[in-house]
């Protein structure tokens, strides 16, 4: 099976199942985004249904239009209520691409979130802060994508390394599928700019970002250091994308599968592990063992079909680059 990953994208161009009795009232802090809060008793008012994905412990609400109202509405108070000295890189979003900021902007941030009001909020002004500091406040208000509208004009040569990429695959439950190869990083530190590789990382999040199940159901990633030097490793580089996932970038993280670690991988972990803080350190799954091995767990554990697995893993998809104009 082979899929293109096109990098011509233009500005407009859009692109278990097991129901449980676990209700929820519907209180400005609208659901619990962790696990922990999964078993949190309902109230008698306002009951909204929500799916439990029960492999990864996720809680997807049902979305009814009158909810999904409700929660925006809320959403507006509670950022209204944050003192503008915080929240100066959300003010001049709104200001400078009104479009970027719209309901549709919003209500990514309440599905990541699970629904909850504080945490979706706070989402969005630390989003805009981080994407401030990424990307320079020229070229942080443009919409990201490719070509002249975009902010990756300068971004060419990272876009081509392709330490990360969407796969446009789905596991079998319909979350999206993310590939990542640290091994494709320079050796040479200086050879590259960090913030430009991190720019990569949120071009590619936000590919997968338009997809509205991706967002209620997440992603799930494939990261592959089988062939990793420690000379690559970059920890500025590191804590600089951890920042970004972590309470910035509206993308659920549904599993961080890392399949094949090297042995060189246990002096890196420990520091990824300390810079994805305790939360995301919880997605954690280590895959190890022959090629055969990890694609059967990764297809019979995981609803990962190894059609869907990139060939640089022993699978049948072949990712490719298009050059990039």
Known sequence: ?????????????????????????????GFQSNAENMEQSATESSFQRTVDDELYGQIIPEESPQFVESKLNELQIE?????????ADWTMAMANCPQLCDDKFKLMFLRCEGFNIDLAAKRIVKYWATRVKIFGESKAFLPLVLGEDGPFKDDNES???????????????????????????????????????????????????????????????????????????????AKMNAESIK??????????????????????????????????????????GNEGKVLDELENKYGIPREKVPTEMGGGLVLEHEEIS
Not at 11 to 17: L, S, T, V
Not at 168 to 179: V, W
Not at 252 to 276: E, G, N, Q, Y
């Open 79 to 87: 950022l209204d209520k944050i003192q503008n000295a915080e929240k």
């Open 159 to 237: 876009l081509k390394i392709g330490f990360i990429r969407f796969t446009n695959k789905k596991d079998s439950a319909g979350r999206s599928i993310m590939f990542g190869d640290p091994s494709r990083l320079p050796i040479d530190h200086s050879s590259y700019e960090n913030e430009s590789i991190c720019r990569s990382l949120w071009y590619c999040m936000h590919v997968a970002l338009e997809d509205e199940t991706t967002q209620r159901k997440g992603a799930v990633f494939l990261l592959f250091p089988k062939h990793v030097k420690f000379a690559q490793f970059n920890r500025k580089l």
């Open 1 to 29: 099976m082979k899929t293109m990953f096109l990098f011509k994208r233009k500005a407009n161009q859009g692109k278990k199942k097991l129901l449980k009795k676990n209700y929820q009232s519907q209180t400005s802090k």
């Open 247 to 288: 309470g910035c970038i509206p993308i659920r993280l549904s599993a961080l599968h890392v399949c094949h670690p090297p042995l060189v991988f246990d002096l890196i972990f420990p520091i990824i592990k300390v810079l994805m803080g305790a939360h995301l350190k919880k997605k954690i799954r280590v895959n190890s």
